[in-house]
């Protein structure tokens, strides 16, 4: 695939025009921090932390309506929303690889296949990892190598371009005067950069890989973990790959009937007639929210349900080592 | 997709939170990770706290009383009837049978809006808030002790704790983020001490659990006082040099043993002992409380003994150390620092100076009443007498808060509330005026570590609503008093004109994580840690206290403790409404010990009646020994089993928060 450069204040010309065609998501700075919004001229926050509302967001939305009803009259009125054409512009490669699961889950549910399809997605390859990450270790970032409909990484000269797919090489061709074509030594010092920032993120938890979190899932000390989990679903709610739902009526006699979003920390996510509950501690709820990430999910779409964000660590409230589990046995 | 940075609506920690909007509907919520409190964390009700903004139930127009119906009415009709029947009350039967309930919901500059309505317009200094009903006794204790009723330090200081001594709060429900700084503290190092009748999430995480007789505050806490001093672990130049009436102190603890103190409290001595050495020795000492301290008719005796402890180990004044009233709601701080309490203008300036009252009447350009007002269980008291008449109620839903709810039934002649749902309440009212939510309107919250910071608005009032500050703005010019307040950003410019410990607050320095007050001026830092160098009202002073004889009532031989739970807020307006939160605790329980419950022979699940002496309910039982026998407890959000109804009107007699947390019950199976 060819690659291209555009110079560094080509950048916000790009995305200015493009955000007249259709609706921009990027990273801004909000008060001070980082958050995806429809952009609008504002300064982009790209080479700050991953926001911690993740972008996923606009694929699977905290909630939705599904349906709006009557019920004196029975009628019932569904209102399907027409998606609106959108570019992701600035999401991450962990995020990336979020989709790439969802994409596996929800192949079949409409709502999220109309969103992803109106949606170009623009990675920013991560040459500034956080401090909770740990993609590297289990091989997803800090690059991505697929599934992006255009691959930007920040270099000396303003940023290598790399198309991924029809839809990026589609977007490209509208803005040739703004592109150059790449150089050898452009891709070159990409990889030096992210041999660099993956360097980065191995030194922040060097002992983290898969085979040892699962072996860390067998070993945790679920009860007295669970003791301190706050039940906040904090880890759920910024989990880029955790995608539970709920359907509830909103309103008697008139509402909506909705999904959002919902957690399998909770009690009330599994729990039964006569209140019986499967996972009746808090602790053995833990324990599933990991084994569906790196035992259930994997099973059944053949990826693991971790992307190594380390959001899930930002947002804890009870000292619970989330990021990998592995300080809570000792390894 | 827009995302506005502004401030969680549910508990006094006063969290940072991004509300997320598209086509002006609020569809999500995010943590400020740049808040210095949230950082990036928020607790199960703070996550969901966008959920119950567009709900089809919303109050979306005005209503006005017709017999036994209320119609939809214009803000018109609304607004001139309110105006015209408070006039006539106020002419006919005097200023004084006119009352304001604000909102501690509501912002600092509704409140303050409020507040003058009151004062400058009703003349009546009949005005007050829900802080009655929690922390009216760190009020009145902690300002005659220490010289301020507020938390002394921000949560984040007890991070930096070597002991936290928690009594009667159930943190890692209610105060999730101050609950998460006490971890913090633990997994450094810190010891936590938990002194509460329940086994609590936080009492589970402690190095040691006393589980006390409920209402024998004052006897446990004199105990470690007295172990203290008889180990001379206090603080000699502390007590010299900052503090007055240690002599009284050193006397009216002298009974405490650790053997009596276990015979009222039933805290084995030798644990009392274990508690009060590592409190004692502790270089950093910090004290956590909350309703469980206050809703007692000795509330007030239960705060003044825990200063006493705190003063006696030199444990203020400086990070990791301090006293810590956790406040119930987002902006009870703030109700009260407006000024919304009968007896104290803005600021804490009393309405018995006739200094401070000049300085408000000429600001406002009307004359002030001089006696101070009603308190809100008094109000309600009155009512029920005759001798107040009207009431404005603001977001607040008496109905099912306040105890013994039978007599807030009693006629009125005229009752109007504000509210974004249809309550209790608002089912008596003759007009009920629909406001604006928290995401639909400017202004700040007060956090209970006395935090200033700003809430902003994210969309339109749904509805046809209007923000409470509108409506209170609207009222006073059409009572006579023309405001002139286009935005809530200059009320509080009037605010800070007024308020000393406001004096340096505006809009423009209020960035994201706000400012703590005092901040005299606009130059001023802002104080973090109070009582530094020196106490505002020069020395400390000590305050002797006595525990009072709890005696068991033969017929009615349990003790109802009333709370809240993680996934509930309160009566449930808003959070019963959120769909996640009430899923998870979607009806009442009332939960007993196992061993009460083998003798009265019930299962979990199985219905009981509860009885107090004049009212009664039935009530599905939880088994579980997280209370102790002859105990049991119930939270108070469910009209299902309105737990209010059974609770006590006895009345602190200094501070008049009513006893919530000591009722004698009697249980049996249906």
Not at chain 1, 279 to 305: A, D, I
Not at chain 2, 510 to 516: D, S, T, Y
Request: aromatic share 6%; glycine share 8%; charged share 25%.
């Amino acid at each position: 695939m060819r690659s291209f450069l555009l110079p560094r204040d080509g950048l916000v010309l790009f995305l200015n025009d493009l955000s007249k065609k259709l609706e921009l998501i990027a990273p801004v700075m909000m008060e001070g921090e980082p958050v995806f919004v429809t952009w609008s001229g504002e300064k982009l926050a790209l080479d700050s932390e991953n926001p911690l509302a993740s972008p996923v967001e606009f694929f699977l939305p905290q909630e939705e309506v599904l349906f709006r009803y009557v019920q004196y009259s029975g009628r019932y009125t569904f209102e399907e929303e027409e998606p609106r054409p959108r570019m992701i512009f600035g999401m991450r490669p962990c995020d990336l690889k979020a989709v790439e699961v969802l994409d596996r889950i929800f192949g079949s549910d409409h709502l999220y296949v109309d969103r992803r399809r109106s949606t170009v997605i623009a990675v920013l390859n991560c040459i500034t990892p956080g401090e909770g990450c740990f993609c590297a270790q289990l091989g997803i970032g800090p690059g991505s190598e697929e599934g992006y409909d255009l691959l930007f990484t920040e270099v000396e000269d303003g940023y290598l371009v790399e198309p991924g797919s029809p839809a990026g090489t589609l977007v490209l061709r509208d803005y040739a005067d703004l592109f150059t074509e790449a150089r050898p030594h452009h891709l070159a010092e990409k990889k030096m950069k992210l041999d660099m920032a993956e360097e980065a993120v191995r030194r922040l938890g060097p002992q983290i890989s898969i085979p040892l979190i699962e072996e860390a899932i067998e070993e945790a000390p679920w009860e007295e973990i669970g003791e301190r989990c706050l039940r906040c679903g904090g880890c759920s709610f910024v989990c880029p790959v955790c995608h539970c739902f709920n359907v509830v009526d909103r309103g008697v006699p008139d509402g909506e009937r909705l999904r959002c979003r919902d957690s399998c920390i909770f009690s009330g996510f599994a729990r039964m007639a006569n209140d019986i509950n499967p996972r009746m501690s808090q602790g053995e709820r833990l324990r599933n929210w990991y084994k569906n990430k790196f035992v259930y999910l994997p099973e059944r779409t053949g990826l693991v349900g971790c992307v190594g964000c380390g959001r899930c660590s930002r947002v804890c409230l009870g000292p619970i080592d989330r990021k990998g589990l592995l300080k809570e046995v000792g390894i | 997709m827009e995302k506005i940075l502004t401030t969680c609506p549910y508990c006094g920690c006063g969290c940072g939170m991004f509300l997320h909007v598209e086509d002006g509907q609020v569809v999500g919520s995010s943590p400020s990770t740049s808040h210095p409190l949230s950082r990036g964390r928020l607790c199960v009700k703070g996550w969901l706290a966008h959920d119950f903004i567009h709900h089809p139930d919303r109050l979306r127009s005005p209503l006005i009383r017709d017999d036994d119906r209320q119609i939809k009415a214009t803000w018109e009709d609304a607004l001139s009837l309110v105006s015209r029947r408070m006039k006539e009350i106020m002419e006919t039967f005097g200023p004084d049978s006119l009352a304001v309930l604000t909102s501690a919901k509501g912002t600092n500059e509704e409140n303050y809006l409020l507040m003058k309505l009151a004062r400058a317009v009703l003349k009546t200094n009949n005005v007050d808030h829900v802080a009655r009903l929690c922390h009216a006794p760190s009020v009145t204790g902690l300002s005659a002790a220490l010289g301020s009723g507020a938390m002394t330090n921000p949560h984040r200081s007890l991070i930096s704790a070597d002991v936290v001594l928690v009594t009667g709060s159930n943190t890692t429900e209610q105060h999730p983020l101050a609950a998460s700084c006490i971890m913090e503290a633990k997994s450094r190092g810190a010891k936590l001490i938990v002194v509460d009748p329940r086994t609590t999430g936080i009492a589970r995480l402690a190095d040691l659990h006393l589980v006390p007789e409920v209402g024998s505050d004052v006897a446990w806490t004199n105990g470690m006082v007295k172990v203290i001093i008889d180990e001379g672990l206090f603080d000699q130049e502390f007590i010299e040099k900052r503090t007055e009436g240690f002599g009284l102190l050193e006397e009216a603890v002298s009974g405490y043993t650790p053997e009596l103190v276990e015979k009222i409290s039933g805290i084995p001595a030798v644990d009392l002992r274990r508690a009060a050495v590592a409190f004692g020795s502790a270089e950093r000492g910090s004290i956590v409380y909350a309703m469980g301290t206050t809703q007692h008719a000795n509330g007030t005796e239960n705060v003044l003994a825990l200063a006493n402890l705190a003063l006696v180990t030199g444990n203020l004044g400086r990070e990791g150390t301090g006293i810590y009233p956790l406040r119930g709601h987002q902006n009870v701080q703030g109700a009260c620092d407006m000024g919304a309490l009968p007896d104290l203008y803005p600021g804490y300036q009393p309405v018995s100076d006739a200094g401070v009252r000049e300085k408000f009447e000429k600001a406002w350009g009307a004359s002030l009443p001089h006696r101070p007002g009603l308190t809100a269980m008094e109000i309600m008291e009155a009512a029920e007498e005759g001798r107040v008449r009207g009431i404005y109620i603001s977001g607040e839903n008496p109905m099912l808060s306040y105890p013994d709810q039978d007599r807030v039934r009693k006629s009125l002649e005229f009752l109007a509330v504000a509210e974004i749902f249809p309550t209790e309440t608002t089912a008596l009212a003759d007009v009920v005026l629909p406001v604006a939510s928290f995401a639909e309107k400017d202004g700040t919250f007060t956090s209970t570590e006395r935090r200033v910071q700003r809430v902003r608005k994210a969309i339109d009032p749904v509805g046809g609503s209007r923000s409470e500050g509108e409506v209170a703005v609207e009222l006073m010019n059409r009572l006579g008093l023309e405001s002139g307040y286009s935005r809530p950003e200059e009320v509080m410019e009037e605010i800070a004109r007024l308020v000393p410990i406001y004096g340096g607050i505006g809009y423009p320095r209020l960035g994201a994580g706000g400012i703590f007050w005092p901040c005299p001026d606009s130059g001023h830092p802002a104080t973090e840690i109070l009582h530094q160098d020196s106490f505002s009202i020069g020395r400390a002073r000590f305050h002797p206290t006595a525990h009072q004889d709890l005696k068991r009532d033969e017929e009615y031989p349990f003790v109802l403790i009333t709370g809240r739970c993680l996934f509930h807020f309160h009566t449930g307006t808003m959070t019963r409404r959120t769909p996640l939160l009430e899923r998870e605790k979607p009806r009442p329980k009332i939960e007993i010990n196992p061993r009460d419950a083998e003798k009265i022979c019930i299962g979990c699940g199985r219905m009981v009646v509860v009885e107090s002496k004049d009212h009664r309910l039935t009530v599905e039982a939880e088994i579980i020994p997280d209370v102790p026998p002859k105990t049991v407890f119930m939270p108070f959000h469910f009209r299902e089993a309105p737990a209010n109804l059974l609770t006590s009107q006895r009345l602190d007699p200094r501070s008049k928060i009513p006893a919530l947390k000591r009722t004698p019950v009697r249980i049996t199976r249906v």
